[in-house]
């Protein structure tokens, strides 16, 4: 099958939904599915509004549509709600094209957080988007329940898996660090609650793996945690094979791909 997949998340974007993707576009192709991808390298992009590191694609409909064209789908997936995801929805919804789209973000509780917008507002735009789906994935069950109770139709699982050959149980390491070591992997941003993890009064060495806006303002106020910036791959792995225990303080993220990898990891 030829699958087309738009999605304003893709590399060099170290987060979870680019995981997931790289996954799902790997194990298609091994299954002989023929995939393409629009993404944001494809067009001239600005930053991110307090995201200088991630780009945004400035697209139309028409220049994401002839893209589709030359391809030639059978099936098309939007994967996210930014500038290509909204001009791939335009598009198709003219030209009567089906899709599917996916829910990896809490965007409506972001901006809540950030700039104090309600909720409900930015829950609005996000069904009204995926109201034109023939579907909307979701991670889990969880997910599911609570965007129906947000008024969203036609949802449908779609479980998340890892690479168990990069993740697996490995022996610890000798580490010159206390133990136990409390380690914390993701994007380095307010809604991730990371400062509740760091102002914690426990035993041991906090580490934490990611990168991010706040990465600055948390090396100031937490100096004594050890930051390691951005892994990934074998680095990464090994990192979680030498730590005692995953910290997951978001209450906001649909699915922690990191407590997957976590778990394999572990002896």
């Not at 099936?75 to 290509?84: F, N, R």
């Not at 937490?222 to 995953?246: C, H, M, N, Q, W």
């Amino acid at each position: 099958m030829r699958i087309q997949i738009i999605s304003d998340a893709w590399h060099p974007q170290i987060n979870g939904v680019v995981r997931t993707l790289t996954q799902t576009t790997t194990q298609l192709e091994r299954f002989g599915h023929r995939v393409s991808l629009v993404t944001p390298d494809m067009f001239p992009t600005f930053p991110c509004p307090g995201y200088a590191e991630i780009r945004l694609a400035v697209a139309t409909p028409a220049s994401v549509g002839a893209i589709i064209e030359r391809f030639g789908p059978e099936a098309v997936h939007i994967a996210t709600e930014g500038p290509l995801g909204v001009a791939a929805r335009r598009y198709l919804l003219r030209q009567r094209i089906p899709f599917t789209t996916s829910f990896h973000t809490k965007f409506p509780e972001y901006m809540r957080m950030r700039w104090g917008f309600p909720a409900n507002w930015g829950y609005a735009a996000l069904r009204r988007f995926h109201a034109a789906a023939k579907r909307t994935l979701v991670p889990t069950e969880g997910l599911r329940q609570e965007l129906m109770e947000l008024g969203f139709d036609n949802l449908a699982l779609w479980g998340h898996g890892v690479d168990t050959h990069l993740f697996r149980p490995r022996p610890k390491e000798t580490l010159p660090d206390a133990r136990p070591i409390w380690l914390y992997v993701g994007r380095i941003a307010t809604e991730k609650n990371i400062a509740a993890f760091l102002e914690l009064d426990l035993p041991g060495t906090k580490y934490v793996v990611g990168d991010g806006p706040m990465l600055g303002e948390l090396r100031r106020r937490f100096p004594d945690a050890r930051y390691f910036g951005s892994k990934t791959g074998e680095e990464l792995a090994r990192i979680y094979a030498a730590s005692d225990v995953l910290v997951f303080p978001s209450v906001t993220d649909t699915f922690g791909n990191v407590i997957l990898e976590a778990l394999q990891d572990c002896e």
